[in-house]
């Protein structure tokens, strides 16, 4: 079981604090992972109408998801032309366009939401703009489920952070950091008042093992502020630091008129199993936030 534990800071008085709450909250922060497939958001990003979005798959965001039958697809167009949300395929089933959902015309910030009843897979596109195309994967419910009870179930680790103000709350679940394989980290950016999830996060998330980069996302939004990440392949088991940067909450293109806070960094740190002991002493979520400014990248020294 990986643990996830804040970075190494220089941190004295608060130490012996922070292992007494490690011991009494350790452990409650493992949770096992499990897919939750009752719902996915897709958006239509900014410029999407103009050819190219194709060559990088990003025509649609996320262009893959999946839910469980009888779960709903949700699709916002952020991008400033209409388009349509049509099943199908032109070049491989030009007969069945639009047989099992069609939007019409989505204007601009609209959304069009589909509930899918059959397991299978579901391609689409933008009648208007071809290029634009993404898929839907419909699988029977508890089917990952049922995939980790036959195979070794690969656990992970949760924590949370909050931003400066209070009023953001960060999540991260991360893989167990193993050689040769990837290491997936799930992000989620909630109201920490309310927990429901913030609609248009923008953020940087960097991942290093050893010194080396395996993961640098620089300005990306998600419209429903869930999200997956993935490393590169690891080189060993070693922790890996990951680190977050909220810069703030609005559309792209818009940040004069982004709000929340901006430029605060959020530091964890994955490492692999040590034992139950070293589980209730480093399992707690004690994260490290550093307010700086929006422009600002570089994390001051403490």
Partial sequence: ????????????????????????????????????????????????SVPGCEVTNECFIPAEVTVDVGGEVT?????????????????????????????????????????????????????????????????EAMAEEEEHMEEEMMESTMVEGMSSDGTVKVEIEASTPTAGEVLSLHVKFMDAATGDTIEHINYDITATQGGTTVLETMGAHEHMASVEHATAALSSGDPVDVTVTILGIGLP????????????????????????????????????????????????RI
């Fill in 1 to 48: 079981m990986p643990i996830l534990v804040p970075s190494a800071m220089k941190i004295i008085t608060t130490g012996t604090i922070f292992v007494f709450l490690a011991v009494m909250a350790g452990i409650i922060t493992a949770t096992p992972a499990f897919a939750d497939h009752a719902k996915a958001a897709v958006s239509n990003p900014p410029g999407s």
């Fill in 75 to 139: 699709w916002t167009n952020e991008d400033t032309a209409a388009h349509t949300i049509t099943s199908g395929d032109l070049n491989v089933d030009p007969d069945n366009v639009g047989t099992v959902f069609d939007s019409s015309l989505l204007m601009a910030g609209k959304t069009f939401s589909h509930k899918f009843d059959a397991a299978g897979e579901y391609p689409y596109f933008c009648m208007v703009h071809p290029w634009m195309v993404g898929k839907v994967i419909v699988q």
């Fill in 253 to 300: 293109g818009d940040e004069a008129n982004w709000t929340g806070p901006m430029g605060d960094v959020v530091m964890f740190t994955v490492v692999p199993e040590f034992g139950t002991i070293a589980v209730m002493i480093l399992g707690i979520a004690i994260v490290s936030i550093i307010a700086m400014s929006t422009r600002s990248k570089i994390i001051p």
